[in-house]
């Protein structure tokens, strides 16, 4: 049987890896290579890279970075953060990322969703979405949670999927940071619409949540960054904890 | 010892090369004829598609070189599909070595998810690819197309229904999954594969 996975998140900038809370104020966390083979040891079943550097200098060291990675990593990872272009898209596959994904840019172009699954296959291809509950329902944001759009996060999951995304991370800045838990109404919602890998992401503060995003959620996989960081959940005892409920890799 | 991973239009190549690397190994991406039929051990990789794959390999007379190697071969992923006789995907005529019909998943719940993608586990292994497991591994898939078990069937997989993991025939080998991203133990099935 197929396994559910946790993917630790590493935001890098300037080569670096740091976490914000709810998307603001950033504390280090570590050398995102070190860090990187640490969590491969102990059985994270992919990474997550995400530069949060927006800088033409910042967007080298990345790619170098990425290269460094895929050397010394012996499992899945995906890179995101300022990609706009398939010109983008292309540089960071040679580099060595398995997976790469897609945020803002696809909704301002939602074509290039198209674009990277002609070109290189739908499996490489994650779609982002940072959504908000509002007054209207769970709202679209973009530029990292400052822009709130009109797209409504099912109708464009519904969008990115049929276009030939692989895979939708969906994160919910409502939950982010916050350590309450995911969202796991909208989670389910998700999965049930969806025909392609759903990734929560945001909220996880203790094991049960995790436990949660899978069993109530129903998600494929689970997204975290600062229990991972500091310490405050090791994977080896949460996916110990997990395997009782799921199909977990251990 | 010379390994040589094959070079054409598929992705996922360096991957491949960089986990070799990491194993202490030095190999060769290289589509020359020579080279791949002068190699100790051959690895034929990729992500990709198979009617563009194939239509590539046969431009680039890479086919005909493919099918005559006597060395150990490793088919991975699209590497593995090529390697059999036909595939669903763009209605395909492959290579032939394995007596086998590439076909697509199709779900029978909604849970099934079309590729399957992440870690499954092996099981009834019988080949020295898998020594020193002593229990279903984990290994790491990215696929929509599968192979049905057959007789080259080395290792199975069970997601929508059991198919084949792994094949082996003669001199040729295959998995469905990425050894060079499945850890410890795809390390380990690589490391077999050397020796």
Redesign the interface.
């Known amino acids: 049987m197929l396994a559910k996975r946790i993917i630790p998140c590493l935001d890098i900038k300037d080569g670096t890896t740091v976490k914000g809370t709810n998307f603001v104020g950033l504390r280090e966390a570590g050398d995102p290579i070190e860090l990187g083979k640490l969590y491969s040891q102990q059985g994270a079943d992919e990474l997550v890279y995400l530069d949060i550097t927006a800088s033409h200098e910042g967007r080298k060291t990345f790619t170098q970075l990425v290269t460094r990675i895929a050397e010394e990593i012996n499992i899945p990872f995906t890179v995101g953060g300022g990609i706009n272009e398939l010109q983008d898209v292309d540089r960071l596959l040679n580099a060595g990322a398995d997976k790469i994904s897609i945020n803002s840019a696809a909704i301002r172009h939602p074509e290039l969703i198209n674009d990277i699954a002609n070109h290189f296959g739908s499996q490489v291809c994650v779609v982002a979405i940072d959504a908000k509950q509002t007054a209207n329902g769970w709202k679209c944001f973009l530029n990292g949670g400052r822009l709130e759009t009109e797209r409504d996060l099912f109708q464009w999951a519904r969008e990115a999927n049929d276009r030939g995304a692989g895979e939708i991370l969906f994160t919910s800045m409502d939950h982010d940071g916050v350590k309450q838990g995911y969202a796991n109404e909208a989670l389910s919602r998700l999965s049930a619409e969806l025909s392609i890998p759903v990734i929560a992401s945001g909220g996880a503060g203790v094991k049960e949540h995790f436990r949660d995003a899978f069993t109530v959620g129903h998600a494929d996989a689970a997204l975290a960054a600062s229990v991972f960081h500091f310490g405050e959940i090791p994977i080896p005892e949460l996916k110990k904890y997990l395997a009782q409920y799921v199909q977990i890799r251990l | 010892m010379q390994v040589s991973i094959v070079k054409y239009n598929a992705?996922?190549i360096?991957?491949v090369d960089?986990?070799l690397?990491?194993l202490g190994a030095e190999p060769i991406i290289t589509d020359d004829p020579t080279v791949l039929r002068n190699s100790d051990r051959v690895i034929f990789p990729g992500?990709?598609?198979a009617e563009s794959t194939m239509q590539y390999l046969h431009e680039h007379k890479l086919d005909e070189i493919i099918k005559g190697l006597t060395q150990p071969v490793l088919g991975i992923c699209i590497g593995m599909q090529l390697l059999c006789r036909h595939s669903e995907e763009g209605n395909t005529d492959c290579l032939g070595i394995f007596d086998a019909d590439v076909r697509r998943f199709r779900p029978t719940e909604?849970?099934q998810?079309?590729?399957?993608?992440?870690?499954?586990?092996i099981n009834d292994t019988k080949s020295k690819l898998f020594e020193g497991f002593s229990k279903p591994e984990?290994v790491?898939f990215?696929h929509s197309f599968y192979v049905p078990l057959c007789e080259a069937t080395i290792a199975t997989t069970?997601?929508i229904q059991p198919y084949s993991a792994a094949l082996h025939k003669d001199n040729f080998f295959a998995t469905q999954f990425?050894p060079?991203?499945?850890?410890?133990v795809?390390?380990q099935i690589l490391k077999n594969f050397l020796l």
Not at chain 2, 114 to 121: I, K, R
Not at chain 2, 180 to 184: D, I, P, V
């Open positions: 992705g996922n360096r991957s960089n986990a690397r990491r992500q990709g598609e909604h849970n998810k079309v590729p399957q993608m992440g870690w499954n586990t984990f790491y990215v069970d997601y990425h060079e991203k499945s850890g410890s795809g390390e």
